[in-house]
C-alpha cells in the first residue's frame, strides 16, 4: 500500500475530494472567475487547458509524487451565496500534495489556486488546517514544505499567516511561462511546531471572517 492514498477530507464549508475527470467543467468556470491564469507568476491554466491540467495531474498521483484534489465550497457562507454563477457544493478550486517523499515523511502543500469569490474567506484557512492535519496525524509527517513565487506577496503572506517559517530562497529556481526566471520561497511547518500552528488556525477560524481573510495562489 502506498503511503499517501487518496482520501477525502472535511470541514465546515469546505471539502477536498480526489480530484478527478469530473471536475473538469466546474473547475474551467471557476478560473474564468478573476482570469487567474493571467497572474504571470502563477501557474494557474486557463479554461481551455484545464482538462490537460487534470491529467498532468492525474499522472503524477499515478507516479507516486502527488496527490490532488478538487476543492468543493459545500457552503453555508457569505461566498457561497454568490459569485459569478457558482452554486453551493461546486468545484472552486485545486489544490494538492506534492513533492511528496514517503521514505522521509516529507510533503508539500502547493499548486493551489481558488476562484476570486471564495478569496479573502477562511476557505484556505480550512483547506490549510485540513491538509495539515492530515499530513502530521494521519500520515505522521515530520515537516509539511510550502512554496511560492518571490513575487507572488499574496500567497507569501498566506503562508506566513499559517505560521510557517521562510527555509530560504531557491534563485533561478524555474523558468516561468513568460520565460522569466522565477525565485522560490521555500517554507515549512515541522511537526514540533504543529500544536501551536493547529491552536492558532483554529482560534482564527473562531474569529469574525474580516480577521482571518486570506487567499492562497501558489
Not at 511537526?191 to 471572517?209: G, N
Request: hydrophobic fraction near 40%.
Amino acid at each position: 500500500m502506498a503511503w499517501l492514498e487518496p482520501v477525502t477530507l472535511t470541514s465546515g464549508r469546505v471539502r477536498l475530494e480526489p480530484l478527478g475527470r469530473r471536475h473538469a467543467a466546474e473547475l474551467a468556470e471557476a478560473v474564468k472567475d478573476g482570469e487567474l491564469w493571467r497572474l504571470w507568476y502563477t501557474f494557474i491554466p486557463p479554461p481551455e487547458g484545464m482538462e490537460a491540467e487534470i491529467e498532468r495531474r492525474l499522472g503524477l498521483q499515478a507516479a507516486g509524487s502527488m496527490l490532488p484534489f478538487a476543492v468543493i465550497d459545500t457552503g453555508p457562507g457569505e461566498a457561497a451565496a454568490g459569485g459569478s454563477g457558482r452554486g453551493v457544493g461546486r468545484s472552486v478550486g485545486m489544490t494538492t500534495y506534492m513533492n511528496v517523499d514517503g521514505a522521509n515523511r516529507r510533503v508539500e502543500i502547493g499548486s493551489t489556486w481558488y476562484r476570486k469569490a471564495v478569496q479573502r474567506t477562511d476557505l484556505n484557512t480550512r483547506c490549510k488546517l485540513l491538509l495539515l492535519a492530515h499530513a502530521f496525524e494521519s500520515l505522521n509527517c515530520i515537516a509539511v514544505e510550502f512554496r511560492t513565487h518571490v513575487f507572488n506577496r499574496q500567497s507569501r503572506a498566506g503562508i506566513e499567516r499559517l505560521g510557517a517559517k521562510l527555509d530560504g530562497i531557491l534563485r533561478s529556481h524555474q523558468i516561468a511561462p513568460n520565460g522569466s526566471l522565477r525565485d522560490t520561497c521555500v517554507y515549512s511547518i515541522i511537526a514540533a511546531e504543529w500544536p501551536t500552528v493547529k491552536a492558532h488556525l483554529e482560534f482564527q477560524l473562531s474569529r469574525p471572517r474580516s480577521a482571518n481573510a486570506g487567499s492562497s495562489l501558489s
